[in-house]
């Protein structure tokens, strides 16, 4: 399926394939009502999405971002908080009012916006924790975008810096400024991707 035709429900179905095994618990949908109602707003179709699929795994959550769940969303200064970094130095969010992407650095106060999508942010966090909830993790240049190109699925809308990719062999990576991590759910399934892309992976 090209990228322009599926949704992004589609592209959470993919990455759930990649994280995990078999059916898990999902988040109801009158939890997720609840919610709204103790936040007193109506939360964006990609966000409700997101939690409805992932907001039961507190493991993958809690990885290299610190996801609320559904639970610990909480709206600050108009800003429905997302994640953290696990140094509680800046917050990710979502301006509810204009439903841009949100930077909070906490240190010296700085909010900025960021130029992704609800939908884009969504899925590059998802890519991120995967180089936590994954045993096996490396990185390539990212001038061999290209290859990824050829042999993944890309699943974000944006191309280069913040672009997410999908393998079907259950491999997810995420394009940084200067490289490209790979997260895979063994080593066979990285070496086997990187015979075929005849890239040389820098394990970490």
């Given amino acids: 399926m090209m990228l322009e035709k599926m949704s992004f429900k589609e592209k959470l179905e993919i990455i759930n394939e990649i994280f995990f095994d078999q059916h898990k618990h999902l988040i109801e949908k009158n939890e997720m009502i609840c919610i709204e109602n103790k936040l007193q707003i109506v939360i964006p179709e990609a966000i409700r999405e997101f939690y409805l699929m992932f907001g039961s795994d507190l493991a993958l959550l809690k990885c290299m971002y610190n996801i609320a769940s559904p639970n610990e969303l909480c709206i600050v200064d108009g800003i429905l908080i997302i994640a953290k970094e696990y140094q509680n130095v800046c917050s990710y969010g979502m301006d509810i009012y204009t439903q841009k992407v949100i930077y909070l650095d906490e240190s010296n106060h700085v909010v900025k916006n960021i130029e992704l999508d609800i939908e884009d942010f969504l899925i590059y966090l998802l890519a991120v924790q995967g ?74």
């Fill in 131 to 204: 180089t936590e909830f994954f045993s096996c993790i490396g990185k390539v240049n990212k001038k061999f975008i290209d290859r990824f190109e050829k042999y993944l699925l890309r699943v974000s809308k944006v191309n280069g810096e913040g672009a997410v990719y999908c393998g079907k062999d259950r491999m997810i990576c995420v394009v940084t400024e200067e490289n490209i991590f790979l997260s895979a759910k063994s080593d066979d399934i990285m070496e086997k991707f990187e015979m075929q892309s005849e890239l040389e992976i820098d394990y970490l």
